[in-house]
């Protein structure tokens, strides 16, 4: 793993700078499961990590019941395990950690919440569910079925719906301050290299006054970016895109337009991006939702 190498050398140079817990840490807590040797070098360290993070496979306290393996070399030359062969219907019936024991279609576990909560709270499932932003009624809750997704702002005010969508050069969103990803960012059709551009189809930017390179300001009900607009037919009217993964200002000197003066090279979608949940499970609704955005010209 390279990237535990790196922290070995981290922690290498911290040291050499008065700073030796880490590498204190690193050197003499770690130690090989098979010999109890710590770690002398970058290699070494990746290899023990690897070896006390696979151990239970490969040395397990208990024989496994899928493929048999004989140490650590063994696992190495195989490169894989595999667990025992699933035996069909083996968790069917009984099993399922819902109010019938069954997989539900029908879900009798999801009413029974619901129900207990709304004569805790003395009202309605049918409440519960408008105030948590849903449309379904009666038995229809309890069935799959379809929601519309959640506009943030009115189309009055916020006409164009604003689209986020990922560059198929990103990964993990560190790959703005990489040359690379800046060069090839065409590669993403309609996008630019070493810029960052909303898309608008013609149409919408003839009844904006708004021309090719022209800079704008865009507006949600959580923010504003300010980015240089990019007619383009492959975004239909009434919708505006832009790549997620630009606009930083203090990631480095590659990401940023001016790393010394904090200038952001074009926007952040964060900041037009609402910060929302879905209401019966807290669980976040990162793309759950959409944004409607206003243009203007900068």
Not at 86 to 109: D, N, Q, R
Not at 140 to 154: C, D, L, M, N, T
Not at 256 to 278: F, H, I, M, Q
Request: aromatic share 12%; hydrophobic share 30%; charged share 30%.
């Amino acid at each position: 793993m390279d990237e535990t190498e790196i922290y070995w050398h981290l922690a290498e140079k911290l040291k050499a700078k008065g700073f030796d817990n880490l590498y204190n840490y690193y050197s003499k807590e770690f130690k090989d499961p098979e010999t109890g040797k710590t770690p002398a070098n970058a290699e070494e360290f990746a290899e023990i990590a690897v070896k006390i993070m696979t151990k239970p496979v490969w040395s397990p306290k208990e024989p496994l019941k899928g493929d048999k393996l004989e140490g650590w070399e063994d696992f190495k030359k195989k490169g894989i395990y595999n667990s025992e062969p699933y035996k069909f219907k083996a968790h069917w019936g009984g099993k399922f950690g819902t109010a019938t024991k069954k997989f539900e279609f029908y879900s009798e576990t999801l009413k029974k919440a619901l129900g207990s909560h709304a004569e805790k709270h003395k009202t309605t499932i049918d409440d519960i569910l408008q105030t948590s932003g849903y449309l379904a009624k009666g038995e229809q809750a309890f069935i799959p079925h379809y929601e519309p997704p959640k506009r943030w702002g009115s189309d009055q005010e916020y006409p164009y719906t604003f689209i986020d969508y990922k560059s198929r050069l990103n990964r993990e969103g560190r790959s703005a301050n990489a040359t690379w990803y800046q060069e090839f960012k065409k590669v993403d059709v309609g996008d630019e290299s070493w810029d960052d551009v909303l898309k608008i189809n013609p149409a919408d930017a003839a009844k904006l006054g708004i021309q090719n390179g022209d800079t704008v300001k865009v507006s949600s009900p959580t923010g504003i970016i300010v980015v240089k607009a990019k007619l383009w037919e492959g975004v239909r009217p009434g919708i505006v895109t832009k790549c997620y993964g630009q606009g930083h200002w203090a990631y480095g000197r590659v990401a940023a337009k001016d790393y010394a003066r904090s200038t952001p090279r074009g926007g952040n979608n964060n900041e037009l991006l609402p910060d929302d949940y879905e209401r019966l499970t807290g669980s976040t609704a990162r793309n759950g939702g959409y944004a409607g955005v206003k243009i203007e010209k900068a």
